[in-house]
């Protein structure tokens, strides 16, 4: 598939419309003031990935893509429980649709194929590949993470280690696209303590909180296990 430039700026243009639909929510008055932390930080993600396709970052490609298939898990979890409606079809369809655009070797030749990146993290395509499925799935499960740490809940243990598991993904991220291994075991640890707060959630009755923290456990956790032999091994 070609025409690359435009593909990029449709792929760019999408996020940049949900960025700035958050934003001016953010900034309508309209939500209330517990819910402002969450939607800020859903902006934020969005427009992390607009701005790291704009400007290039090698790991730009891979990220926008996990924003991009967690808009489409998003849209069938909301036809799922709410039935089928225009607005849950143009979300998970938008992104579907950006994920798309972003798919293939051509694109990639923009971002994360450039050679200058492999040569400064002395990376070859192996662990080019590896790097590639663990940003991916990061990048899917990190607005779960944030949806279930900054919701309005009561204060408790719960959610003291909900925003630990933030912050942990959002560092572990940085440490991915920087080929630490550090930042492989922040990711791990986040889905540990994830799937940990989706079984207290289960254990205290509390079915309708139960589904994000597990598919973000599960989802980390799976972006670290690329790197789990190689680990292993060097233990």
């Keep these: 598939m070609r025409f690359v430039g435009e593909r990029r700026a449709f792929a760019a243009v999408t996020f940049a419309f949900y960025f700035v639909y958050l934003a001016l929510v953010l900034l309508s008055g309209a939500l209330p003031p517990e819910m402002k932390p969450m939607m800020a930080a859903l902006a934020g993600v969005y427009g992390l990935a607009f701005f790291g396709l704009v400007a290039g970052y090698f790991w730009a490609r891979w990220y926008a893509v996990g924003v991009g298939l967690w808009g489409v898990i998003l849209g069938a979890l909301l ?36 050679m200058q990146w492999r040569e400064r993290f002395h990376m070859d395509e192996n662990a080019v590949h590896r790097l590639g499925k663990s940003v991916i799935r990061a990048g899917v499960y990190l607005p779960f993470v944030l949806l279930y740490a900054l919701q309005p809940k009561p204060p408790g243990a719960g959610f003291v280690v909900a925003l630990i598991a ?11 696209v920087r080929a630490k291994t550090w930042g492989v075991l922040a990711i791990g640890a986040a889905g540990a303590m994830m799937l940990a707060i989706a079984a207290g959630e289960a254990i205290s009755g509390n079915e309708s909180l139960v589904l994000d923290p597990a598919l973000a456990g599960a989802g980390l956790l799976s972006a670290a296990a690329p790197w789990a032999r190689s680990i292993a091994r060097a233990l």
């Design 166 to 176: 933030l912050a942990s993904t959002g560092v572990g991220l940085r440490g991915l």
């Design 79 to 114: 036809l799922w429980q709410g039935g089928v409606h225009p607005l849950f079809l143009f979300i998970g369809g938008s992104h579907l649709v950006a994920t798309l655009l972003l798919w293939g070797d051509s694109m990639s030749q923009s971002y994360d194929g450039q």
